[in-house]
Structures are given as C-alpha cells and as structure tokens.
C-alpha cells in the first residue's frame, strides 16, 4: 500500500474514532462505501459452503464454549427466536431444537437455501430475505430472543443501525438481543481491514441501541474465564434487553 493511500486511511480512521470516542453516527460513518447489503448479497451468494462455516471458527472448542456459556445462556429455550445472518446454519443447528419458532433472516437466498438443506423440512423454522436493514414479515413485540454472529462485523453502520431499530420493533418487552460487531478498527490480534470489518465500536453501537429503547446489559469479549475470546479482530458481543 503507498504512503498516500495508508495516510488517507489513517484519516478516515481518525474520523471514525473521534465520532466513536462521542457515541455518534456522524459523517464519517454515514459516507462508509463498504459493506453493503448489495455488497453482502453477492459475497455471500458465490461463498462456497462446503465447510459450514466452520472456517470462521478459532477451533472446536471455542465454538462449543461459545455455545455452551454465551448461547445457551442467553438465548431461552422454548423461545421464538430470531437469527440474523445464518450463513450455513452453524448456529442454527444449536437453535433450532431449542426454539419453539425459529426465524431465519439473510440478505442472500442462497443463505436461506442452503439452511434449509442443512435443517431439513421443520414446520418450526421460517426463512425471510431481508434488504439489508430490515426484517420483513415479522410481526411487532412477536419475538423473545434475538442471535446474530459474524454478521454485523460485515455490515454498514446504518445498516446496523437500521437492523437495531427493527430488532426494537420486533422484541417482546424483557427479550434479549445478542449481536457480534466489531469493535474499532484494526486492532486485535489479526488486522480488522483484512477481516473486512465495517467500523463500529461498544460505544457507539450502544449509544444507537439506546435510542431504539434497548438496553445494555452487557459487552461480551471473552469466556470460560477468560481462556476462549474474541481477540483476533478485537470485537465484542452486545447483549440488549428490549425496555419494557
């Protein structure tokens, strides 16, 4: 990469920090180019799914941690739950037994047929294309637990914005949303950019749930006491709770 092009970056990044560091969406987030739903939609249609998923695992463990002490713990069983960006059904083969209902939302149809491969025909579980911000069909206040994991890292900040405002709308007062995003840009053990990470950061993704009436409970970056994490692009999981 030339100086003038890490230099211009530098700067963008400035913009993104400071705007972060405030709790705001301001210009630098809302003129972001990357991570479109368009760009998601086609990503993620020529993706090829024969390991799925699992690619994006640090290991067997970690996964299995994550399920076991994050998951299962906030996602209630017998629950209608909905999961944003389900790409091959990694977690939903977790949620799916345990909900009462299961919604499954991508921007990608291919997503949602190659979830319904993997999880055969379960009159429980339904499949919605969403445009990128939205959740189509579903009906207000009619959903206990929200999941989402390796999604928002990949999505623009007014996308994200927009998904917190439906995950609002769509939540039972009391209902718990649990969210993956990133947090900052470029740190970690692994460079964010080349994580295609769209910027975002703990703070201000509260600051905008906030608005939507979510509340904060926690910020979730490790687990099993500390031995599991998610250090490598320095992300975080935002767990919210729909205001009564």
């Not at 429980?124 to 959903?143: E, T």
């Not at 993956?180 to 993704?205: E, I, K, T, V």
């Amino acid at each position: 990469m030339s100086l003038a092009r890490r230099a211009v970056e530098r700067f963008r990044d400035l913009r993104l920090e400071r705007e972060q560091a405030r709790g705001v969406l301001g210009p630098a987030h809302r003129a972001w180019k990357g991570n479109s739903a368009r760009d998601n939609e086609e990503r993620w249609r020529g993706w090829d799914w024969g390991e799925g998923g699992e690619e994006w695992s640090v290991s067997p463990e970690w996964k299995q941690s994550l399920v076991d002490e994050v998951l299962l713990d906030l996602i209630p069983e017998g629950a209608s739950v909905l999961e944003i960006g389900p790409g091959a059904g990694r977690w939903s083969v977790v949620l799916a037994p345990r909900a009462e209902r299961l919604v499954l939302v991508d921007v990608t149809p291919r997503v949602l047929e190659v979830c319904r491969e993997r999880l055969g025909d379960l009159a429980h579980v339904s499949y919605v294309r969403s445009s990128g911000s939205d959740l189509p069909g579903v009906a207000d206040a009619s959903i206990d637990a929200v999941w989402s994991f390796d999604v928002f890292v990949h999505v623009a900040p007014l996308d994200q914005a927009g998904y917190l405002a439906e995950i609002a709308r769509v939540l039972r007062p009391g209902g718990t949303a649990a969210i993956h995003h990133a947090d900052g840009r470029n740190r970690g053990a692994l460079p964010s950019r080349r994580g295609w990470r769209s910027p975002m950061s703990a703070g201000l993704f509260a600051a905008l749930a906030e608005e939507h009436g979510l509340d904060v409970r926690r910020q979730v970056r490790s687990w099993s006491e500390g031995r599991h994490d998610l250090s490598a692009f320095a992300d975080v999981i935002s767990v919210l709770e729909r205001r009564a």
